[in-house]
T-cell receptor, first 113, second 113 residues
Framework: GENVEQHPSTLSVQEGDSAVIKCTYS??????FPWYKQELGKGPQLIID?????GEKKDQRIAVTLNKTAKHFSLHITETQPEDSAVYFC????????????FGTGTRLTVIP | DAGITQSPRHKVTETGTPVTLRCHQT?????MYWYRQDPGHGLRLIHY???????DKGEVSDGYSVSRSKTEDFLLTLESATSSQTSVYFC????????????FGEGSRLTVL
């Protein structure tokens, strides 16, 4: 199956700074790349996703970029706020169906007020 | 929030005992999934269902079985629990077969002594 690597495992930033989380994937057939945010004691929640026919997608303070040639994608959070503190997971999917969705190992983001 | 209820939320059991976790949804979504979450591994798919009585294996299915007799309920059973099955288990639901947003429950923490 697909192998998704995620870095860093932990990230601390000052409030107002930007945060970047990077993921690489192994299978060039992967075509869907969601990002999930997991707050303490909760289940993961989708925050943004991108498909392989798009290089970048933005939604307010968050953006995702995709480099298919290099097989890596990144999550960018600008103007970080304390409520952005959470664990973030990237994932990659080969073809359709969530049964083909493979998750990274997670990044714990701490935003320091 | 998507109507997903997992029960029990916490369970401590002994090695060799059977355990059943329940996922109940009120969204009438066709697709249901069981994941386990472990440090250093992210989320890994155990089993999934694409309809009543239609189930299939995921990445880490050994030692687990599932059943879905009604659209709203998806049961995960550990026939004989082992310490390696100590984990946090998440149920997720999805509306379509194509990869899209997954809605996760709040998790069930299982400890096998």
């Amino acid at each position: 199956g697909e192998n998704v690597e995620q870095h860093p495992s932990t990230l601390s930033v000052q409030e107002g700074d930007s945060a970047v989380i990077k993921c690489t994937y192994s299978d060039s057939a992967s075509n869907y790349f969601p990002w999930y945010k997991q707050e303490l004691g909760k289940g993961p929640q989708l925050i943004i996703d991108i498909r392989s026919n798009v290089g970048e997608k933005k939604d307010q303070r968050i953006a995702v970029t995709l480099n298919k040639t290099a097989k890596h994608f990144s999550l960018h959070i600008t103007e970080t706020q304390p409520e952005d503190s959470a664990v973030y997971f990237c994932a990659a999917s080969i073809g359709s169906g969530a049964n083909n969705l493979f998750f990274g190992t997670g990044t714990r983001l701490t935003v320091i007020p | 929030d998507a109507g997903i209820t997992q029960s029990p939320r916490h369970k401590v059991t002994e090695t060799g005992t059977p355990v059943t976790l329940r996922c109940h949804q009120t969204e009438n979504h066709r697709y249901m999934y069981w994941y386990r979450q472990d440090p250093g591994h992210g989320l890994r798919l155990i089993h999934y269902s694409y309809g009543v009585k239609d189930t299939d294996k995921g990445e880490v299915s050994d030692g687990y079985s599932v059943s879905r007799s009604k659209t709203e309920d998806f049961l995960l059973t550990l026939e004989s629990a082992t310490s390696s099955q100590t984990s946090v288990y998440f149920c997720a639901i999805g509306e379509t077969a194509n990869t899209g947003e997954l809605f996760f429950g709040e998790g069930s923490r299982l400890t096998v002594l």
